[in-house]
């Protein structure tokens, strides 16, 4: 006998699963609901009709229970809907008239197999789905309903081929005409009956004795009777019964089972492998790491302990240490000639370097006498000399010459206003470092954007001393004067004396090109001009971005002082000039908007806010492909001719904050008010 069914009670909302029922149009022909009680509003109904029991029992020589779940299509069902009103879905999905249907219930037995428990009645059929899990034990214990499966021995095939109610008080003797019937025997073929017992893990069954009631021998409602015909030798085959038959099916299924075993074992060995190799190449990585950890924390405390003795070291360099760092000064290594010599890209001990083969051997002691002096953050770092070929090897800096980054050599990015604004910074305070001591003061003499270099972070250094020097030699004239007129001191010519308002000159036309990104010649003529016809905006270089107008006035009449053609109407670098700069260098790149302000002190509308389309102040500005920012309703109309690539536009919100702010400090105006009140 199968083991004994438990009636779960089905609680409020989440607790035990509810009891499962059953719904058939005519008592042979069932259709089966399974529900599952979640956390929602919503139950889910599995409905089985008979002809998904033909189907998918015993096909293809698979063995199911009863019915496969997992196929079955699923209802939601509101547990405040009736039985009733559930029976009328029915209809509506299969066609079945509501009085040919008959709901039974179905419990869920120790083997985790569903079986046929107990019909509803009719007064039930009305109670919602909520309530069903109340109803009382069945008391009718006459009838049984059992499920009948056919076994073909030849095929090895179990299927199932109906289902009967009988009489729990008969022999299942009386049924065997029905069950010849159900598989096409012949009245003179014995048949044999066995009672399927358990599927899960395993499927057992026992033989029935047709002469014993139902009853005794123990078969109730749901239970499944398996029946075969009694085969005679020689025809016996591989599974000649029911019970060889169902214990191939557990063999098989053990078979499945050891080698999924296998399989995943074989997979653990494999995986454990991979392990062993990973965490032997980690313990290699952490050895190699832990070493070149410990060897430049060495190298780290030596070149401490070098900076303790001395803080200026130099290095010796070999001819040999040159050649192989330029690959014996290969054409392809070389990235500048000038007045000052040759320079090459290098590599000594994996370190990019710039190493420049002096152009005499003057200039090459002069330059090794000052660097070796001086140091500072914004100087070039002088790492060592090469005697044999008047050899200087400097730091690398990867960003060129200012003088590139002004005119965009190579269509390199141009320099943001805040990055130009941080270069004069840096320069101003590298000369005030060189003018520092008042006796031994260092007048640089040839500060051009060509001999400033930029590193990787956009910082600056000067490079290329000791030309100074060389002027002021008798009978010597500077080289390449063309380049360097627009920078060299007026006073220069007369008095042949560089002092260190000569530097001041030279630093003032480099803010005015800074500022405008225009040629040195006669610059400061034109900021002038400009600053008189309040016509200053114009000439500022637009590629640097958005420059606030206060600063860039300030660094243009702060420019334009120190560029005086004598030298006492220069200012004082530290007094006037640094004052001035000081502050600029630290604001941040987006601490205001461009508000560009005429003469008389009125300010117009920043740049920033007009749409380039429509002139007119933006409410919705969204950021084209071009780059630009447009008013969205002026780039959406066919107000230009101008196609873009394509027409996805990001709103810029950030934008149409500072607007807002900007329109609501324009409240006193009544047309800026009405402008703010749209936005």
């Not at 070291?313 to 070999?318: G, K």
């Not at 000052?370 to 008047?390: A, D, K, Y």
Request: glycine letters at 4%; one cysteine or more.
């Amino acid at each position: 006998m199968p083991p004994p069914y438990s009636h779960i009670k089905v609680p409020q909302r989440c607790c035990d699963l509810p009891r499962d029922p059953f719904f058939s149009r005519r008592l042979d022909s069932p259709h089966q609901r399974k529900i599952h009680w979640g956390f929602g509003f919503l139950t889910t109904w599995w409905v089985v009709r008979e002809e998904d029991f033909r189907s998918r029992i015993g096909e293809d020589g698979h063995y199911f229970d009863l019915i496969d779940f997992s196929a079955i299509e699923g209802f939601n069902v509101p547990p405040t809907m009736t039985i009733l009103r559930f029976k009328e879905k029915l209809t509506e999905k299969f066609g079945t008239p509501l009085q040919c249907q008959r709901l039974w219930w179905w419990a869920r037995r120790q083997n985790n197999t569903y079986r046929v428990d107990r019909p509803l009645t009719t007064e039930e059929e009305n109670l919602p789905v909520l309530n069903t899990n109340s109803l009382p034990t069945w008391s009718n214990m006459d009838d049984a309903l059992v499920f009948l499966k056919h076994y073909d021995p030849g095929k090895a095939q179990l299927r199932y081929v109906g289902l009967l109610s009988v009489k729990v008080a008969s022999r299942p003797s009386e049924i065997l005409p029905k069950l010849r019937s159900l598989a096409g025997f012949c009245l003179s073929e014995t048949i044999e009956l066995y009672e399927e017992i358990k599927f899960e893990p395993s499927v057992w069954c026992e033989a029935i004795d047709i002469h014993n009631t139902f009853s005794a021998g123990e078969i109730i409602t749901g239970d499944i009777i398996c029946f075969q015909k009694i085969l005679k030798p020689p025809d016996i085959p591989k599974y000649p019964s029911v019970a060889s038959f169902l214990q191939h099916v557990c063999d098989q299924k053990t078979y499945e089972e050891v080698r999924k075993v296998h399989i995943l074992e074989e997979e653990i060995v494999t995986l454990k492998h991979q392990a062993d190799t990973y965490l032997v190449q980690k313990e290699k990585a952490v050895t190699a790491y832990d070493q070149l950890k410990h060897e430049r924390d060495n190298a780290v405390q030596q070149v401490n302990e070098l900076r303790d003795q001395s803080t200026h070291i130099i290095l010796d360099f070999s001819r040999k240490d040159m050649e192989q760092a330029t690959e014996h000064f290969k054409n392809a290594r070389e990235i500048g000639d000038t007045e000052y010599g040759h320079t090459y890209k290098g590599m000594i001990h994996n370190m990019k370097v710039l190493i420049k083969l002096s152009s005499s051997q003057k200039l090459f002691q002069q330059e090794v006498s000052i660097l070796s002096q001086w140091r500072h953050p914004n100087i070039i770092t002088f790492i060592g000399v090469c005697s044999e070929v008047s050899a200087l090897v400097y730091e690398w800096l990867p960003n060129g010459n200012l003088e590139d980054r002004i005119i965009c050599t190579n269509n390199s990015a141009p320099l943001s206003w805040y990055n130009r604004t941080q270069i004069i910074g840096e320069i101003c305070c590298a000369l005030l470092f060189l003018h520092s001591n008042k006796s031994t003061a260092l007048v640089h003499g040839d500060l051009r954007p060509c001999n400033i270099l930029i590193d990787a972070n956009y910082r600056s250094k000067i490079c290329n001393f000791g030309m100074s020097n060389l002027f002021l030699q008798l009978g010597t004239f500077p080289p390449n004067l063309t380049a360097r007129l627009p920078y060299m001191d007026p006073e220069f010519n007369t008095t042949e004396e560089l002092t260190t308002l000569s530097d001041v000159y030279s630093l003032g036309v480099i803010i005015l090109r800074l500022l405008t990104g225009m040629p040195p010649l006669t610059l400061s003529e034109k900021v002038a001009e400009a600053l008189g016809s309040d016509s200053l905006h114009l000439l500022i270089d637009k590629s640097a971005g958005d420059w606030p107008y206060i600063e860039a006035k300030q660094l243009a009449l702060i420019g334009l002082s120190c560029t005086g053609m004598t030298r006492k109407k220069r200012p004082d670098l530290l007094n006037e000039v640094w004052i001035v700069i000081e502050p600029l260098t630290r604001k941040p790149p987006a601490a205001t908007w461009p508000y560009l302000q005429s003469a008389s002190g009125d300010s117009s509308v920043p740049a920033a806010f007009i749409c380039p389309i429509s002139m007119e102040i933006m409410k919705d500005p969204q950021v084209a492909s071009d780059g630009f920012t447009y008013e969205a309703e002026a780039i959406r109309s066919p107000m230009t001719n101008l196609a873009l690539p394509n027409l996805n536009l990001v709103p810029n919100r950030v934008l149409r904050s500072f607007i807002h702010g900007y329109l609501q400090q324009q409240q006193p105006n009544p047309a800026y008010q009405q402008q703010l009140s749209e936005t």
